[in-house]
Nanobody, 115 residues
Framework: QVQLVESGGGLVQAGGSQRLSCAAS????????MGWYRQAPGKQRELVAV???????NYGDFVKGRFTISRDNFKNTVYLQMNSLKPEDTAVYSC?????????WGQGTQVTVSS
């Protein structure tokens, strides 16, 4: 089993920045990719960003260069640096770890961007 502990999130003004962290523990050697999804009220969950163990990244189309995902394999932690935040970025952001035999989710952290 992989446990994911998220930190960061909260309230930020439009145009501001925020960094999310997600630390993995447990079956960490089975983790291939880690990343973030988000879900806003009334909307479907969508990919924010994902990064492989080797450092390859993929971002949701809406990111448009505003967010950067990074990973510290020694700390088993993935980071999401979010800049130029917009009110439409308001959502619950959930960490994901894709392991060999299963996918694990964090509990989610609320990000609220005020206009």
């Amino acid at each position: 089993q992989v446990q994911l502990v998220e930190s960061g999130g909260g309230l930020v003004q439009a145009g501001g920045s925020q960094r999310l962290s997600c630390a993995a523990s447990g079956g960490i050697f089975s983790i291939n990719s880690m990343g973030w999804y988000r879900q806003a009220p009334g909307k479907q969950r969508e990919l924010v960003a994902v990064i492989t163990r080797g450092g390859s990244t993929n971002y949701g189309d809406f990111v448009k260069g505003r967010f950067t995902i990074s990973r510290d394999n020694f700390k088993n932690t993935v980071y999401l640096q979010m800049n130029s935040l917009k009110p439409e970025d308001t959502a619950v952001y959930s960490c994901i770890a894709v392991a060999t035999m299963a996918t694990f989710w964090g509990q989610g952290t609320q990000v609220t961007v005020s206009s």
